[in-house]
């Protein structure tokens, strides 16, 4: 009979493998824990740290705002004049020169035409003959109208004798003294002599049509050449050259001795005290203030107030887009401002009082400018931050910050991508 060799497993020894691989299990996790700690602290050093020693700061205060359209615009006077030559002539002397404030009535340039001279002495001849026409068509007319009043007059006389020779015809017909034959011819004698009559007061008033339309011919005629001659002598007194207007010499286009054309320019003067600004906003934001509305122009660091005066009813296309032409009306004096110069406009909109802001500095021009280090004792936060509008060297807060706040205003390059820094108290001043 055979028995197995080994009858019973050994409790023991099972319990004894299961120990080792316990222990074999945490060794191994313990070598895995070292080997990723020793990376960890190998790739990933530990946070950087910056210590800021010399900065600029400023405090958080309150100031008003005003929201503005801020446009560039040209400086247009209302009224521009071109004075031009009232006839081919030669300039023979220049009293002005440009720039030149003038007022009205002040002789600006001399010239002289002979055509026009010669053209006066033509108009003054023919007007002399044309008198003379007249004078001699009014004696002919009367001597004629004479003649022809006379005929009816004596149609008239020999109608009345025919008329009473025909009354005592037909008397003597009816007592029997003359024939029938008598009577017939005084009839015929009478209505001859109407017809005669009628003949000459025909002719009388033909003639007195006649006459009427020749003198009124006349009359326009010599109407004509004295209104010619009076236009070339005012021609010849504009020779000499004045001011129509009280303004400014913008531009001289001759010289001495210089031949003109007639209609040429001559000079160009501006009435400077009704100037404005002219500019232009987009569709949109002319639906944001309306006529009489604030604004203010500038020019180099002087800013001078003004006011909506006028807003197109339609926009035009610019390479800009739609545009819309607006005028400013200057408040101080315009003759102050050079016509035609660029101005830059501001138009306000609204007012933003007791605002948040900081004075501007290289610390917006660093990053995106959306965040700002508030000192925080002896470090500084970075805070995210909302600025809004600009009034002169200081920038609105809209978010971010609070009244007071100490916020660095030197430039953020170095340290940016951190969110707190070291600072040192003593490093520090105030702006």
Known sequence: MTEPIIINKPKKRRKQT????????IFTVVIMAGIVFAAYRYFFPKEEEFVLNFYTYAEVGTMDFIDRITTGGTVTPEQVIEIKAPALANVIKILVAEGDDVNEGTPLLQLYSQNLYDAQAKALADLEASRQALVQLLDDQAYELITVQEKVAKAQQDLNTKQANYELQ?????YGA???VNLDEAAQAVTAAQQSLRAAERELATTIRTQENALKQAEKNVAEFEAELESLTEKIASLVVTAPISGRILNLNT?????????????TIADLTTQFVKCQVSVSQAERFSVGSPAEIVIGQNRFPAVVTYIAPKAQQTQDGAMVDVYLQLETNPSLFRPYSSVTANIHLGIY????????????????????????????VRRDVRFGLIEGNNIQILSGLELGDKVITNSYDQFRHLDEIEILPEGGRAL
């Not at 299961?18 to 299990?25: A, F, I, N, V």
């Not at 037909?170 to 009816?174: P, S, V």
């Not at 010289?255 to 000079?267: F, Y």
């Not at 948040?356 to 610390?363: D, M, S």
């Open 178 to 180: 003359v024939a029938k």
């Open 18 to 25: 299961r120990t080792k691989s316990l222990g074999l299990y």
């Open 255 to 267: 010289k001495i001795d210089a031949e003109v054309q007639e209609a040429s320019v001559l000079l």
């Open 353 to 380: 009082r007791n605002s948040l802001y900081l004075p501007r500095g290289t610390y917006l021009t660093s990053g995106q400018q959306l965040f700002v280090y508030v000192i925080e004792g002896n470090k500084a």
């Open 170 to 174: 037909a008397m003597l017909y009816e």
